[in-house]
């Protein structure tokens, strides 16, 4: 496949036509914007399940982050099926995979999904170790995935940097890095002024931290940390 995935294949992925889709919202699912509750569905909708691979932690310390997401994923497919399905059709079937198991094992396990369980979705994960191992195989696989955590940058910086079937919807470590670095240079810029008023006029914390903002490296965070224990 060359180029952007389009609409259409995105449908596709889903199992039905376009013109299914469009008409899908007479059929219990509202899309904003479209006007069209007055029509039925049209073309091919599969009588089969959509069914969905999770895969996160439901063993070891992780679980107290892994049960919450497999329950929110659960909550939304018992509410779409109890108004019919997908389309008001295809009830959503919700398969589970231990991200505990390991990295190696959990790219065998989501090729397992894709090729044995046929699972039309793949979603989850928890540690930012495992997203960048699983992007280039979903990538591979043409498996639509959404991450719901393992918030690593280095996923679409160098894993997969341009992703045709991959999407993340959780912000990322260097913003997280930045905004408490931005944080601790306000809390100890405070205490020195209150300490010291003669440091009230100190800038280089808040220059060290806007420079981890711009520019999130290894080189700014020492600089930073310097500045930090400068002023402590």
Do not use: W
């Amino acid at each position: 496949m060359s180029g952007r995935p389009t609409r259409r294949d995105f449908l596709s992925q889903l199992g039905v036509t376009a013109a299914a889709a469009i008409g899908g919202s007479a059929a219990g699912i509202g899309v904003a914007g479209i006007a069209h509750a007055q029509e039925k569905p049209k073309g091919a909708i599969p009588d089969k399940p959509f069914r969905i691979g999770h895969m996160t932690f439901f063993t070891g310390a992780g679980a107290v982050l892994g049960e919450p997401m497999y329950k929110g994923n659960q909550l939304a497919a018992d509410e779409i099926n109890a108004q019919g399905g997908l389309l008001g059709k295809r009830k959503i079937e919700i398969l589970k995979a231990d991200e505990a198991a390991g990295t190696d094992a959990n790219t065998k396990e989501m090729r397992r999904l894709k090729l044995s369980e046929k699972i039309d979705m793949f979603m989850g994960i928890t540690s930012s170790g495992n997203t960048p191992a699983l992007g280039p195989v979903a990538e591979e696989l043409k498996l639509l995935t959404i991450f719901v955590d393992g918030c690593t940058d280095f996923l679409f910086d160098k894993a997969v940097p341009n992703p045709r079937y991959i999407f993340r919807i959780t912000n990322i470590q260097s913003a997280d890095g930045s905004t408490c670095a931005l944080g601790v240079v306000s809390l100890a810029k405070t205490r020195s002024r209150r300490s010291n008023p003669r440091n009230a006029r100190s800038a280089p914390p808040i220059m060290a931290a806007t420079e981890v903002r711009r520019r999130p490296s290894c080189a700014a965070c020492h600089r930073l940390e310097h500045d930090l224990l400068s002023v402590a």
